[in-house]
């Protein structure tokens, strides 16, 4: 059973401040790849679930076989799609001022900031807060090989919460997964026992 510890609380604390904040943006992207990777796909939300952005993007290089088999995402679906510049000042405004949370921050991060630097872009002024190393502590699952409480997929923490994965792995289902994690462990849904779910 989980122990209710320290970190665990604090996260949950955490995840109540959050959610108290207008400013609160939840930001999901899918990528081209997993290393030197674009944006092909971003989504904002508050902290209501609301939609504040969403768009796909079409990259300047290729999307690696490996990435289309996990979010689906394939050129022919981007051909429309505007690229990384057009929607810059969109997801600029949104983002400037806001308090950014992602699940798996040092991940999503820096592929916006390459993104924008294709174009010759400024970078986002941001330091995004990490769901995932919240919901880590929160979970309790501690390695001691690493020193840290290990990592749970967005996905697995969601499902503890009974929140619905349907649409995973895309940006818009993957930030509205996001945001009612944020609410599981802030309280406003039932805290599960530690391993339950899967």
Not at 73 to 100: C, H, N, Q, S
Not at 141 to 159: I, M, V
Not at 179 to 198: C, D, F, I, W
Request: net charge negative.
């Amino acid at each position: 059973m989980y122990d209710y510890t320290e970190d665990g609380d604090a996260a949950a604390v955490w995840a109540q401040w959050a959610l108290l904040q207008p400013n609160l943006r939840i930001v999901d992207t899918e990528t081209t790849d997993l290393y030197d990777a674009e944006v092909i796909e971003v989504a904002v939300m508050d902290g209501l679930g609301a939609t504040l952005l969403h768009s796909r993007v079409r990259p300047v290089h290729r999307i690696a076989y490996d990435a289309t088999e996990a979010h689906g995402i394939t050129a022919d679906l981007l051909r429309d799609a505007p690229d990384f510049r057009v929607i810059y000042p969109d997801l600029r405004r949104v983002l400037d001022g806001g308090y950014v949370v992602i699940y798996n921050a040092d991940f999503d991060t820096p592929i916006l900031n390459r993104s924008a630097e294709l174009w010759s872009l400024p970078n986002f002024p941001m330091q995004p807060y990490c769901a995932m190393l919240a919901y880590a502590a929160y979970y309790g699952d501690w390695s001691d090989y690493h020193g840290s409480y290990k990592w749970q997929k967005l996905t697995a923490a969601a499902r503890r919460f009974g929140i619905s994965t349907r649409g995973a792995h895309g940006a818009l289902a993957d930030a509205r997964m996001t945001v009612g994690v944020l609410q599981g462990m802030a309280g406003y849904v039932k805290r599960p026992s530690h391993g339950q779910g899967s």
